[in-house]
Each structure stands twice: as structure tokens, then as C-alpha cells.
């Protein structure tokens, strides 16, 4: 078996990240690989929790600075990276994350229209070149994405956002998929067993093994 290698899936809310991680698992057990980490974004360490909710937080009584929002992003990133993904790798371990930094670049740079040229300062200082193998976009419409999402409960501090903010975020990661060889498309929109093809195809045909 080759080396490990750092797999990621990005999208809207209610795109089907969560379900498509257990296919790209189950796909992984299938081929033989034997210990795989899982990890989602903001998250995955004790730290990186206590930042997500937080920043998940809808009662929150205080304006939320963007930069603030930025900048949790990136603490919890780094802990995420050093603690447990660049240590799992280095087992043998693959690894499967739901969200990372094009999360940052979308949401902060496309959603909250935070100038690209600071994320990619404090991105370059925080993770460096750090870069999945390969990233899956599920791409949905926010509409579509919003009400699947709406459909369990609750909204949290972003699902709270108005519609037009989640049309530049999808706006910047498809702007994202153009410029970005490792990240491939997935149509979200489709019913599950359809999607569930799609990343499988896109899995066969990664390159990973
Ligand atoms: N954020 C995060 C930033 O702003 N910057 C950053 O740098 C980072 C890392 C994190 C929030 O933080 C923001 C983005 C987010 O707003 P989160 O909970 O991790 O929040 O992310 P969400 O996108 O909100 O998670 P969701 O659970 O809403 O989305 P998923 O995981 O994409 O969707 P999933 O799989 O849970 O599915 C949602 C529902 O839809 C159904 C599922 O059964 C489920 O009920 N579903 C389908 N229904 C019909 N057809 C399909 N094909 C379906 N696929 C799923």
C-alpha cells in the first residue's frame, strides 16, 4: 500500500458532507486500508471544539468581528494539523476531513468578502503549503443546501446568514474548483444514491493507490 494520503470534502450546508465521509470510508475499508482517521473542521481537538462552538454559536450576544471569525478559524486549523493529522499520517494512517482551509477561503474570503491577499498571509503562516491529496466539492445550491439543513432543527450562527452570503461563498469555491487541480466536483443536488455514485467514480478514479 502506498503512502497515506490526507483526503478533504467541502461544500454548503446540508450538501451531504457528513454522509459522504462514511462512503469514502466504507470505499477505504473496501481497498484494504486499515486505519483511517477521521476529523472535521472547525474541530478535532479539544481546542479546536471549544472554538466550534463558539463560532457555531446563534445566541451569541456580541458582534462577531470577520477577522475574529478568520482567525479561530486558523487556531483551530493548526491544532487540527500539528495534533492530529500530520501524526496520523506519519503512522500510516489516512485521513478523512470534513471541511478545511477551502472552507476559509469560501466562507471568509467569498461569504464574509474578507481580501484574499490577508487570508493567504495568515494562511501561509499558519499551515504553509500543507495541501490535501485530494479535496471532493459537493456542489449545491444554497436554496437546496439551506433547506435540507433546515430540516434538522435549529440553525446555527452561520445557517442564520442571508441567502446572499452562501451565493458568494459557493461563487469563491467554484472559483476554487477552476483554479485548483486537487479539488474535484461532485453534483450534490442528486438524490443520495446518486451522489453516493458519483463520489465512488471520483474516488476509482483519484489516483490514490
Ligand atoms: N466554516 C467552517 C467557516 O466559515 N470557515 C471555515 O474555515 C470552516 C472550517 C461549520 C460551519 O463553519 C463554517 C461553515 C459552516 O457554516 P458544520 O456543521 O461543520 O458547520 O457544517 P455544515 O455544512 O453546517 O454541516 P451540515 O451537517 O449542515 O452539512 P453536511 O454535512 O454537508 O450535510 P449532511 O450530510 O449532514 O446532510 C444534511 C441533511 O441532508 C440530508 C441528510 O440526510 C441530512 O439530513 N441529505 C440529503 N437529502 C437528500 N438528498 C441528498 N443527496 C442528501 N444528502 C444529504
Given at each position: 500500500?502506498?503512502?497515506?494520503?490526507?483526503?478533504?470534502?467541502?461544500?454548503?450546508?446540508?450538501?451531504?458532507?457528513?454522509?459522504?465521509?462514511?462512503?469514502?470510508?466504507a470505499?477505504?475499508?473496501?481497498?484494504?486500508?486499515?486505519?483511517?482517521?477521521?476529523?472535521?473542521?472547525?474541530?478535532?481537538?479539544?481546542?479546536?471544539?471549544?472554538?466550534?462552538?463558539?463560532?457555531?454559536?446563534?445566541?451569541?450576544?456580541?458582534?462577531?468581528?470577520?477577522?475574529?471569525?478568520?482567525?479561530?478559524?486558523?487556531?483551530?486549523?493548526?491544532?487540527?494539523?500539528?495534533?492530529?493529522?500530520?501524526?496520523?499520517?506519519?503512522?500510516?494512517?489516512?485521513?478523512?476531513?470534513?471541511?478545511?482551509?477551502?472552507?476559509?477561503?469560501?466562507?471568509?474570503?467569498?461569504?464574509?468578502?474578507?481580501?484574499?491577499?490577508?487570508?493567504?498571509?495568515?494562511?501561509?503562516?499558519?499551515?504553509?503549503d500543507?495541501?490535501?491529496?485530494?479535496?471532493?466539492?459537493?456542489?449545491?445550491?444554497?436554496?437546496?443546501?439551506?433547506?435540507?439543513?433546515?430540516?434538522?432543527?435549529?440553525?446555527?450562527?452561520?445557517?442564520?446568514?442571508?441567502?446572499?452570503f452562501?451565493?458568494?461563498?459557493?461563487?469563491?469555491?467554484?472559483?476554487?474548483?477552476?483554479?485548483?487541480?486537487?479539488?474535484?466536483?461532485?453534483?450534490?443536488?442528486?438524490?443520495?444514491?446518486?451522489?453516493?455514485?458519483?463520489?465512488?467514480?471520483?474516488?476509482?478514479?483519484?489516483?490514490?493507490?
Amino acid at each position: 500500500m502506498d503512502k497515506p494520503k490526507f483526503l478533504v470534502i467541502e461544500g454548503l450546508e446540508g450538501a451531504g458532507k457528513s454522509t459522504a465521509l462514511e462512503t469514502i470510508k466504507a470505499y477505504l475499508t473496501e481497498k484494504g486500508v486499515k486505519s483511517i482517521t477521521t476529523c472535521r473542521e472547525p474541530g478535532g481537538t479539544l481546542m479546536g471544539e471549544a472554538i466550534r462552538s463558539i463560532v457555531k454559536d446563534q445566541t451569541i450576544e456580541e458582534k462577531v468581528d470577520s477577522r475574529t471569525e478568520l482567525l479561530l478559524m486558523y487556531a483551530s486549523r493548526i491544532q487540527l494539523v500539528e495534533n492530529i493529522i500530520k501524526p496520523a499520517l506519519d503512522e500510516g494512517s489516512w485521513v478523512v476531513c470534513d471541511r478545511f482551509f477551502y472552507s476559509t477561503f469560501a466562507y471568509q474570503g467569498g461569504g464574509r468578502s474578507i481580501d484574499m491577499d490577508v487570508i493567504q498571509n495568515i494562511h501561509n503562516a499558519s499551515i504553509g503549503d500543507f495541501t490535501p491529496d485530494m479535496t471532493i466539492y459537493m456542489d449545491i445550491s444554497p436554496e437546496q443546501g439551506l433547506a435540507r439543513a433546515a430540516g434538522r432543527g435549529e440553525l446555527d450562527r452561520f445557517e442564520q446568514e442571508k441567502v446572499d452570503f452562501f451565493k458568494r461563498t459557493r461563487q469563491l469555491y467554484l472559483e476554487l474548483v477552476d483554479k485548483r487541480s486537487e479539488m474535484v466536483p461532485v453534483d450534490a443536488s442528486l438524490k443520495l444514491k446518486e451522489v453516493e455514485g458519483q463520489i465512488l467514480k471520483v474516488m476509482e478514479n483519484g489516483d490514490l493507490f
